[in-house]
C-alpha cells in the first residue's frame, strides 16, 4: 500500500462508511425509525419470496434483521471499494454509483407504511457524505499521484502523509456517527420499549360521543389521531426518559415540597376528558389544532397537597430538555381538569407527545401550559420569571381565542350554483361554542347548526346551508361563545397572543 494506487478502494470505502454512520446518526437523532440501512433490509424482506425468507430465517437461526444487514453490508463495502477504484479514473461512474444506492435507500424509504419527508433526510446527509468526502480523499489522491510522477521522495512524503491522516480523520468520524447512532438509538429503544409495555390502570379507550359530527365530508375527524396530532417544540433531539427514570419535583412556594415518582403518579386517581389542545401559533384556518381522550393525573389535588403559599400566582414548568413555560397557578386548582396526562387516545403518551408525562389545561394555548417530557413545577410569581416564550416577546398569560375556521367547501374550490353546504369547527375551550353564523359576500350573518360536544373543552363541528349563485364569492365563518360574546373581525397576527380575524374563503360558482 505504498502506491496511491492502491488507495483508491480504500476511499471509497472510507466514504461509504462515514456516509453510512453519519445517515445512522441522523436517523436516530432525528427520531426517524429505521436508518435508511434497515429500511433497506427489510424492503428486501418484504421482496423476498415467502418460502425464501421463511429458509433464511431457520438457517440463520435468527428471528431480527441482523443476518440481514451484516450481508447488506458485506455487499455495500465491496460496492464502496468499487466506487473507488472507479473514481480514479471515471469519476462520474463513481458519483453515479453512490446516488443509485441512495436511490434504492430513497425507494425502501418510501415503501415504509406512513413515510415523511423527514425521513429521507438521513438519505439525503449520506449521500451528502459520500460525495464530499470521496471528493476530499480524491483530490489527496491526484496530489500523492502528482507527486509521485514527480518521482521525488520528498514530495510524495507530504502528500501521502496527509492523505493518510485526512482518512484517519474520516475513519474517526465514522465510528463517532456509529456510536452517537448508537447511543441516541438505545435511549429511543429503550423508552419505546417501556412505553409499549406500560398498562396503566384506569385509562380507558376513548369512545368517540354520539352527535360529535355533522356528517359532511371533508371535515376533520373530530377526535384527533396521535399521528395526525400537530407537532410543536423547540426539542431537535426528543427527550426519551423512560418512566422508571422520570421524576416530578413541585416546589417554590409552597408549604410542602412534593417529589413523585411515575409509580406515585399513576397510583393516584385517574381523570379521562376530550379536551381540544391549539398553538398560540395557529394562524386564523391554520391546523394546529388537535382534539384528544387524555388521561391523567388532576394537578388541582397534587398542588392542593403542595399548599401554595399566598401570594403565589403561577407555576413554572420546566421540560427534560430545558424548555420552560409560565402556567396560571389558578387555571391548575380551579375546577377545570388540568392535568398531568401520561395517555393520548387511551396509549401511553408517544414520546414526541411528551412520554411519558405531559401538561394539559383545557382553555390555554400549549406554550403556557402544555409542557411535554415535564419534570419541575416551580410555584411562583409572573412577576419573579420569564420563560421561553415570553423571552421572545410573546405574552405571559395565553388563554385561548374564540375562533371558527370553514373546511368545507375548500379555499378556491369550484362549486354548482344553489344550495351549498358548508361546514367547519369553532372552538373556545373552557367557555364553549353557543353559536356559529356564516356569510357570504359581506351580506347578512346566517345561523349553522352544531353538533354536540360532550363538554366545553373541545372544539365544535358547525353545518350550514347557504345560497349561492354564478360568479366569485367570499364565504366567511364566526363564532359566538356561551357567554355571547362574538369573535371578532379584527385581524391581529400571532404574536404576542395569538390570531384573531374571520376565517375567510373563496369560491368560484359555475351556472
Ligand atoms: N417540552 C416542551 N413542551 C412543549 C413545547 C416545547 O417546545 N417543549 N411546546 C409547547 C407548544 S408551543 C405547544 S402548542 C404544545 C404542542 O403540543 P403537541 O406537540 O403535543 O401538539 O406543546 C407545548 N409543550
Ligand atoms: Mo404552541
Not at 405571559?396 to 378556491?412: C, H, L, M, N, R
Request: proline residues 5%.
Amino acid at each position: 500500500m505504498r502506491t496511491s494506487r492502491a488507495w483508491w478502494p480504500v476511499a471509497g470505502l472510507l466514504a461509504g462508511a462515514v456516509g453510512l454512520a453519519v445517515s445512522y446518526a441522523a436517523a436516530a437523532l432525528l427520531h426517524v425509525r429505521d436508518s435508511p440501512l434497515v429500511a433497506v433490509a427489510e424492503g428486501v424482506i418484504a421482496l423476498t419470496p415467502g418460502p425464501v425468507a421463511k429458509w433464511a430465517i431457520d438457517t440463520f437461526d435468527t428471528s431480527d434483521k441482523k443476518v440481514l444487514v451484516v450481508g447488506i453490508l458485506v455487499l455495500l463495502a465491496l460496492l464502496f471499494g468499487w466506487f473507488g477504484r472507479l473514481a480514479h479514473r471515471r469519476w462520474w461512474a463513481a458519483v453515479t454509483g453512490y446516488v443509485v444506492l441512495a436511490g434504492v435507500a430513497v425507494v425502501a424509504v418510501l415503501a415504509k407504511p406512513t413515510p415523511s419527508l423527514i425521513d429521507l433526510a438521513p438519505v439525503v446527509v449520506g449521500l451528502l457524505c459520500w460525495l464530499v468526502v470521496l471528493a476530499l480523499l480524491a483530490e489527496w489522491l491526484r496530489r500523492w499521484e502528482l507527486a509521485e510522477d514527480a518521482a521525488t521522495r520528498e514530495d510524495v512524503l507530504p502528500t501521502r502523509r496527509r492523505f493518510l491522516l485526512l482518512s484517519g480523520a474520516i475513519a474517526a468520524v465514522s465510528v463517532a456517527g456509529g456510536l452517537a447512532g448508537r447511543i441516541a438509538g438505545n435511549a429511543r429503544r429503550r423508552a419505546e420499549q417501556s412505553r409499549r409495555l406500560l398498562r396503566i390502570e384506569g385509562v380507558t379507550a376513548p369512545a368517540v360521543p354520539d352527535g360529535v359530527t355533522v356528517g359532511v365530508e371533508g371535515v376533520k375527524a373530530w377526535q384527533t389521531p396521535n399521528d395526525d396530532f400537530y407537532l410543536i417544540d423547540t426539542a431537535i433531539i426528543k427527550p426519551t426518559v423512560a418512566p422508571a427514570d422520570w421524576e416530578l419535583r413541585i416546589h417554590g412556594m409552597v408549604e410542602r415540597e412534593i417529589r413523585l415518582t411515575y409509580a406515585d403518579l399513576v397510583a393516584r386517581e385517574i381523570t379521562e376528558d376530550w379536551i381540544t389542545l391549539n398553538c398560540v401559533s395557529n394562524e386564523v384556518g391554520g391546523d394546529l389544532i388537535g382534539n384528544a381522550w387524555w388521561s391523567g393525573v388532576r394537578l388541582a389535588g397534587l398542588l392542593a397537597q403542595a399548599k401554595p403559599l399566598p401570594g403565589a400566582d403561577a407555576v413554572l414548568q420546566t421540560s427534560e430538555d430545558g424548555w420552560t413555560c409560565g402556567t396560571p397557578l389558578a387555571a391548575l386548582m380551579d375546577e377545570r381538569n388540568a392535568m398531568l396526562a401520561v395517555a393520548m387516545n387511551g396509549e401511553p403518551l408517544p414520546i414526541e407527545h411528551g412520554f411519558p408525562v405531559r401538561t394539559i389545561v383545557p382553555g390555554l394555548y400549549g406554550y403556557v401550559s402544555a409542557c411535554k417530557w415535564v419534570v419541575d413545577m416551580e410555584v411562583t410569581r409572573f412577576d419573579d420569571f420569564t420563560a421561553y416564550w415570553t423571552d421572545k416577546g410573546w405574552s405571559a398569560q395565553g388563554p385561548v381565542k374564540i375562533a371558527s375556521t370553514i373546511e368545507v367547501p375548500g379555499d378556491g374550490a369550484d362549486v354548482p350554483a344553489g344550495e351549498l353546504v358548508c361546514a367547519g369547527v369553532a372552538w373556545m375551550q373552557h367557555t364553549g361554542i353557543s353559536g356559529v353564523e356564516v356569510q357570504v359576500d359581506g351580506g347578512r350573518w346566517q345561523r349553522a347548526v352544531l353538533a354536540a360536544t360532550p363538554n366545553a373543552d373541545t372544539w365544535v363541528q358547525w353545518r350550514a346551508v347557504v345560497d349561492v349563485a354564478p360568479g366569485k364569492h367570499q364565504l366567511r365563518v364566526r363564532a359566538i361563545d356561551e357567554q355571547g360574546r362574538i369573535q371578532t373581525g379584527a385581524v391581529a397576527d400571532v404574536v404576542p397572543d395569538g390570531a384573531t380575524g374571520w376565517h375567510t374563503i373563496d369560491i368560484s360558482v359555475s351556472g
